[in-house]
Nanobody, 116 residues
């Protein structure tokens, strides 16, 4: 089992920055892929950014050039640096971890609100 805890959400003005963190615990050495997703009520959850064990990253077109996914100081932490935030970035952000064998785990989500 893997447990994920997100932190760092909040309210920010347009053009501002936020940094989200996700810390995994439990069977962390079985994780080969981590990602951030976001969801707006009434819409499907969508991929924001992902990173694998080789530190290869992937971004949604809507956030390229503004968001950066990276590993923290420890293997089990992944951060999402969000710059130049726009009202359209308002959503609940979820951390995802994928184990070898394709079991998927989700965090509880953290709210990001971009508003003046």
């Amino acid at each position: 089992q893997v447990q994920l805890v997100e932190s760092g959400g909040g309210l920010v003005q347009p053009g501002g920055t936020l940094r989200l963190s996700c810390t995994a615990s439990g069977r962390i050495f079985s994780i080969y892929h981590m990602a951030w997703y976001r969801q707006v009520p009434g819409n499907e959850r969508e991929l924001v950014a992902s990173i694998n064990l080789s530190d290869q990253t992937n971004y949604a077109d809507a956030v390229k050039g503004r968001f950066t996914i990276s590993r923290g100081n420890t293997r089990n932490t992944v951060n999402l640096q969000m710059n130049s935030l726009e009202p359209e970035d308002t959503a609940v952000y979820f951390c995802q971890a994928v184990e070898y064998g394709a079991t998927i785990y989700w965090g509880q989500g953290t709210q990001v609100t971009v508003s003046s």
